[in-house]
């Protein structure tokens, strides 16, 4: 198909045989599988997910794409869902799902918070990205690359960055380098938020001004002797802060509401 990518849509499409080999096989697809994939554009890695299983189901928004795939691949075999991924619902598709697809970069982090959403139906999850995003994704406390992402979805996922991919392995060549991540939500949470609305309250707050001490950004939350109390320093700033301190700090709070 002769398909011109459209801006608006952040369409950049995979075009590196032995990365696409690459991919499948890090997503290890099983022809029982429930797997979806997110914007599946022209195949490349639709074509050999098929290869592997029974059924594959599509997300896509592209209506010229949509109407290419309906007459390309053999009925039966694919379901195409003519939707705005942050609009759909994937529980509707049952349990035990395997998420995986080349997301658009200008709407990463909002497909991420989506899927938080819904991770009682998702298995696991395999995504191109834009590199920085995976290594903010999956940083340390006390790194630059450490944030409100980071925190968030390591609340809730395993997460492990597979493979760098280069702009030339896409037409057209996105201006950042790719990277390739598994996210695996956590059978038992490690530290589980009394409150996960407040837990993402005060993550967001820790995060709004991240040159500041969490005794600023977090002063409508605590006082000087709640962190004494937490026994974490008021003087540190959001980065050097665990997933297991947010949870501590939420859980104190909820406490406190509660009393």
């Known amino acids: 198909m002769k398909h011109l990518p459209k801006k608006r849509f952040g369409q950049n ?110 298995t696991d999850m395999h995504f191109m990205l834009q590199k920085e995003v995976v290594e903010r994704m999956v940083a340390k406390p006390s790194t630059p690359e450490y944030g409100r992402l980071s925190v968030m979805l390591q609340y809730r996922l395993h997460m492990e960055y597979l493979l760098t991919v280069p702009p030339e392995a896409f037409d057209p060549p996105p201006k950042v380098e790719s990277a390739f991540v598994r996210c695996v939500p956590h059978a038992q949470l490690p ?31 605590l006082n000087d002797d709640d962190f004494a109390e937490i026994k974490i320093g008021s003087q540190l700033r959001a980065e050097n802060l665990s997933v297991e301190d947010y949870v501590a700090i939420t859980n104190y709070l909820n406490h406190r509401i509660s009393a």
């Open 191 to 221: 530290f589980k938020a009394a409150d996960e609305a407040l837990f993402g309250r005060v993550v967001l707050a820790a995060f709004s001004q991240r040159r500041k001490t969490i005794r600023n950004t977090l002063k409508s939350f």
């Open 13 to 122: 499409f995979l075009i590196d045989q032995a990365i696409i080999q690459s991919l499948v096989n890090a997503i290890d697809p099983k022809p029982d599988d429930l797997m979806v994939e997110i914007g599946p554009g022209l195949g490349a890695l639709t074509q050999p997910l098929l290869k592997h299983l029974n059924h594959l189901h599509v997300v896509e928004i592209d209506r010229d794409i949509i109407d290419w795939m309906q007459d390309f691949y053999p009925k039966g075999r694919i379901t195409i869902h003519a939707s705005d991924v942050l609009k759909f619902d994937f529980s509707k598709l049952g349990s035990k799902i395997r998420v995986a697809g080349n997301l658009p970069y200008n709407i990463s982090s909002p497909i991420l918070f989506h899927l938080l959403e819904q991770l009682a139906h998702i």
